[in-house]
């Protein structure tokens, strides 16, 4: 199993960064997807995720508004398009994989099975 990340990078505030996520080795069109991030002494914190079908997407409060995830299950692909970003959006940003109980969306990292090795998004006032 392999999720890679990547379109993280250093912007300024307001600005915008579409991160992705190509995922293998396991039935990615079955499973619900998330992207969690995580700052220095922090915990991991929700930020979207999205159904197997993406019929269904939740949102942070801090970020509702101003992000949108998507999938491709054709081409085992997640993607967070960031917009009107902020300073306290920086962090590193992982995306996760859920296909237990149905693959039901779930916000708690615990309840995800695979994770990515994350991706930084720093963003400078």
């Known amino acids: 199993v392999q999720l890679v990340e990547s379109g993280g990078g250093l912007v300024q505030a307001a600005g915008s960064l579409r991160l992705s996520c190509a995922a293998s080795g396991f039935s990615f069109s079955t499973y619900a997807m998330g992207w969690f991030r995580q700052s220095p002494g922090k915990e991991r914190e929700f930020v979207a995720a999205?159904?197997?079908?993406?019929?269904?997407?939740y949102y942070a409060d801090s970020v509702k508004g101003r992000f949108t995830i998507s999938r491709d299950n054709a081409k085992n692909t997640l993607t967070l398009q960031m917009n009107s970003l902020k300073p306290e959006d920086t962090a590193v940003y992982y995306c996760?994989?859920?296909?237990?109980?149905?693959?039901?969306?779930?916000?708690?990292?615990?309840?995800?099975?695979?994770w990515g090795q994350g991706t930084q998004v720093t963003v400078s006032s």
């Open positions: 999205i159904s197997w079908n993406a019929d269904s997407t």
């Open positions: 996760a994989a859920r296909g237990r109980e149905g693959g039901t969306v779930r916000t708690i990292p615990q309840l995800f099975d695979y």
